[in-house]
């Protein structure tokens, strides 16, 4: 066999677009050019010494894909490389990074600091699971950063937000709440999923841990559930890894494969979704029946200068309010031949849903208004088809209103 193919060249003289291609990859002997898929469960040792110098940690190769594979691996650090961050774990769904970042390092009698603008599954995770086990938790209104500080505990340990928030696209003064979350000696955590990494680096703006559901923008056409959770070296060696490690909320290898190839056409996919949702935004904002749009790009958003500050575009969803609630959002949304309908979100194909009876359904009426969920809202998550055609759909939309 000949010798390895030279290495790529490591991610600080690449950009980002780069990086999403070549960061990560471990050729094998054979020169393959596309990362191999290591369907495995477990590897094998050559002697009995070194499975037992593996199992001491005195031998760095892999043992057992619930905590290491190599395909997972490569996954693992192209985001890291794309991210800035030092390490990362991968994780079977978005929900699976969420709850790891969390238990890995809480124990009963700390406290939790969050936005009550969350991901429904999110919202779960902070007000009803992690109360069962003795964590103290408190949601604050997000973009409000008083109650951010009134509301810190002397056992806060962490501060949880997502931003742009899902699905009001409220945005977040991630690095103002990072400074709070500093003082109060406790770890922020962001959500990433609605901003991905190529909108916005909440590492860079002082959050101590990111998180993504994979399964949106980073895979981006429907196919997979992951996750990962980006951190420093020691925040994984301390917590995140044993905790996987023994627990389990590992990703398939399949998984990470698919997502690696993800990756690879990840900021074009963001720059023709976002500039597709930036025209229908636009569109809508001129139209009677829309009482409200809400786009992060627009200087009509409330939060727009903020958003421009720490986001590196818009986002690649939008929301509007149909004049005549419920009975007209539907027909608005009964009435697309293009856009279809779906509560999911970062596809290749345009996707609409009616929040307040699908992701926010849970809520009482009084508790969607607080959180700005009328009942005539709609989301969408702009895809990659021509704009035109998808102005001609939103007409169709309207005319049914
Ligand atoms: C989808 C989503 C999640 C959960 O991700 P899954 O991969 O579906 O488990 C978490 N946070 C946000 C903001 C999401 O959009």
């Known amino acids: 066999m000949t010798s390895l193919p030279r290495p790529v060249l490591p991610p600080e003289e690449l950009r980002p677009e780069s990086r999403l291609i070549h960061s990560g990859i471990q050729r094998t002997q054979f020169g393959e050019n596309t990362e191999a898929l290591f369907l495995t469960q477990s590897f094998v040792y050559d002697t009995a010494e070194q499975s037992e110098a593996r199992f001491a940690g005195k031998d760095d190769g892999y043992i057992y894909s619930r905590f290491s594979n190599p395909t997972t691996a490569m996954f693992e650090a192209r985001i890291a490389a794309v991210e800035g961050a030092e390490a990362c774990r991968a994780t079977a769904t978005g929900m699976a990074a969420v709850t790891s970042s969390l238990l890995c390092f809480l124990k009963a009698g700390d406290h939790v600091l969050s936005a009550a603008e969350l991901f429904g599954s999110c919202r779960y995770v902070i007000e009803e699971l992690l109360p069962r086990f003795g964590i103290q938790t408190t949601l604050v209104k997000g973009t409000d950063l008083s109650e951010w500080e009134k509301n810190v505990r002397p056992n806060t340990k962490a501060f949880f937000l997502e931003s742009p928030t ?8 991630i690095a103002a709440i990072a400074k709070l979350s500093k003082k109060a000696g406790a770890k922020l955590i962001v959500d990433n999923v609605f901003a991905t990494p190529m909108l916005q680096s909440p590492l860079q703006l002082g959050a101590d841990i990111v998180v993504y559901s994979a399964t949106k923008h980073i895979d981006g056409q429907g196919r997979c559930l992951g996750g990962a959770i980006l951190s420093s070296q020691q925040f994984v060696m301390d917590h ?6 023994q627990t389990g909320p590992s990703i398939s290898p399949f998984n990470a494969w698919v997502l690696l190839k993800g990756m690879e056409t990840l900021q074009i996919r963001i720059e023709r979704a976002q500039e597709n949702a930036g025209k229908l935004a636009d569109f809508l904002a001129a139209e009677k029946k829309i009482t409200r749009v809400l786009y ?6 409330p939060q727009h200068a903020l958003a421009m500050k720490q986001m590196r575009g818009g986002s690649t969803l939008l929301s509007f309010e149909v004049e005549g ?8 949304a009964n009435a697309l031949r293009l856009i279809r309908i779906s509560n999911n979100l970062g596809d290749v194909k345009s996707l609409i849903t009616h929040p307040a009876t699908t992701t926010h359904q849970r809520f009482t009426p009084e508790a969607r208004a607080q959180m700005g969920i009328g009942d005539g809202l709609l989301r969408v998550s702009a895809g990659l088809e021509h704009a035109d055609d998808l102005i001609d759909d939103l007409k169709r939309g309207l005319k049914a209103v």
């Open 166 to 173: 899902n699905p009001t696209l409220d945005i977040l003064d």
């Open 240 to 245: 995140l890894h044993t905790f996987m490690r």
């Open 296 to 301: 992060p790009a627009r200087k009509d958003h």
């Open 325 to 332: 609630g419920k009975a007209a959002a539907f027909r608005f």
